[in-house]
């Protein structure tokens, strides 16, 4: 999405004028924004409730460390 937003305003940049206007870019794109206001508020429960599970959960925990061992470049954590 954030890819999606610069990419349409870097366009319109390029081709401004003194009628232009931006209000239709975040139009087409205020669906996705408003998913991501309820992921970003919902995101330090998500964070809480994994490591509960980690700590409930000894087959979980003990998979996402093996994951980890392997050389993953992501936590489970920071792909949430």
């Not at 305003?9 to 087409?28: A, P, Y």
């Not at 309820?38 to 509960?52: E, G, P, R, V």
Request: charged letters at 25%; glycine letters at 2%; hydrophobic letters at 40%.
């Amino acid at each position: 999405m954030n890819e999606e937003l610069l990419s349409s305003l870097e366009l319109r940049m390029e081709n401004w004028s003194d009628t232009q206007v931006i209000g239709d870019v975040f139009l087409k794109l205020a669906p996705f924004l408003k998913l991501y206001n309820q992921y970003s508020t919902q995101y330090d429960d998500a964070i809480t409730h994994l490591q509960k599970c980690r700590q409930e959960n000894a087959q979980l925990k003990e998979f996402l460390n093996v994951r980890s061992r392997v050389g993953l470049k992501q936590t489970i954590a920071s792909l949430i």
